[in-house]
């Protein structure tokens, strides 16, 4: 009964050695790229960021407590403004 729980818990172990090795071997992913300067309006600060394929998405929220996501071209560029109702 030992022997084989012992068995059991090395392959799980070893699966688990096996399948970071596999993943960390793999291509690398796309690092986050993004411009020198992200110009955002006054008053406005930021919150989160992210991005997609052609752009780069940046959460803000002003002194009144009103947040927005701000659209932005992978150069910088402001692209689109959402307002985020509550």
């Known amino acids: 009964m030992v022997t084989a729980l012992t068995a ?3 392959l799980g172990l070893l ?3 096996v399948l970071f090795v596999i993943k960390f071997m793999g291509p690398a992913t796309a690092r986050l790229t993004l411009p020198d300067e992200i ?3 006054d008053g406005e600060t930021s919150q989160a960021i992210t991005q997609g394929t052609s752009w780069i998405g940046v959460v803000t ?3 009144d407590g009103i947040e927005r996501i ?3 071209n992978l150069d910088g ?3 689109q403004v959402v307002n985020i109702t509550p």
């Open 61 to 63: 929220i002003d002194a």
């Open 39 to 41: 110009t955002l309006p």
């Open 15 to 17: 699966t688990i050695v």
């Open 8 to 10: 059991t818990m090395i």
């Open 70 to 72: 701000h659209i932005l």
């Open 77 to 79: 560029t402001p692209r």
